[in-house]
């Protein structure tokens, strides 16, 4: 398969403390993005890291990637209640006749309590 | 960034019958991909829709169960064929962004088959 693993399948805080959501890979990549999902609807683009990129920071989100290790994580500093969602990493392989696809992971059930 | 129209937002169907799902895009696109999503379960790449071509299928389904059409840039629809309980999931449509951009999705079709 080409989908991603991720860790852990379910996650539950408190308001105010972070949350860090990783992800695995198996192939090359373009890039790796982030995506939110509320309650089984659309997805959301949370932030995007081409292959070339270790780190970066959108707001309250700081993603890593080490592809020596085909590996990422989302870090969500001082968690809100509504933050509480579904988070997915997706990999695209962007080249050749995987052009455009995303092959997502299993994601993560984040649960912030206020 | 895209804005996509997806309809139906939900549905529940008899089985042995067929829905089609129409997405509609506020600006053209190359590309246009269909997922599906199980209950509980990541995102699954179905197809990719070229205007102009017939769709490329994911291993393990086919253009029969799944026909897609993609009459122009801003256009598709997935159709559901001779549904089964098993086929019960969302469907999501999506149009990428480029390499460096993330990708827009549709707010899903909830289906449910009886």
């Known amino acids: 398969s080409q989908q991603g693993e991720e860790d852990p399948q379910a996650l539950s805080i408190q308001e105010g403390e972070n949350a860090t959501m990783n992800c695995s890979y198996k192939t090359s990549i373009n890039n790796l993005q982030w995506y939110r999902q509320n309650s089984g609807r659309g997805l959301v683009h949370l932030i995007l890291?081409?292959?070339?990129?270790r780190e970066k920071h959108s707001g309250r989100l700081r993603v890593t990637l080490d592809t020596s290790k085909k590996s990422s994580s989302l870090l969500i500093t001082a968690s809100r209640a509504a933050d509480t969602a579904s988070y997915f990493c997706?990999?695209?392989?962007?080249?050749?006749?995987?052009?455009?696809?995303?092959?997502f992971g299993r994601g993560t059930q984040l649960t912030v309590w206020p | 960034s895209a804005v996509i129209s997806q309809k139906p937002s939900r549905d529940i169907c008899q089985r042995g019958t067929s829905l089609t799902i129409q997405c509609q895009v506020d600006s053209q696109v190359t590309m246009m991909f269909w997922y599906r999503q199980q209950p509980g379960q990541s995102l699954t790449l179905i197809a990719t829709a070229n205007q102009g071509s017939e769709a490329t299928y994911e291993s393990g389904f086919v253009i029969d169960k799944f026909p897609i059409s993609r009459p122009n840039l801003t256009f598709s629809t997935l159709t559901v064929s001779n549904m089964s309980p098993e086929d019960s999931s969302i469907y999501l449509c999506?149009?990428?962004?480029?390499?460096?951009?993330?990708?827009?999705f549709g707010s899903g079709t909830r289906l449910t088959v009886v």
């Open positions: 999506s149009v990428g962004g480029g390499s460096n951009y993330g990708y827009t």
């Open positions: 890291i081409r292959s070339n990129e």
């Open positions: 997706a990999t695209d392989q962007g080249r050749g006749s995987t052009l455009g696809r995303l092959y």
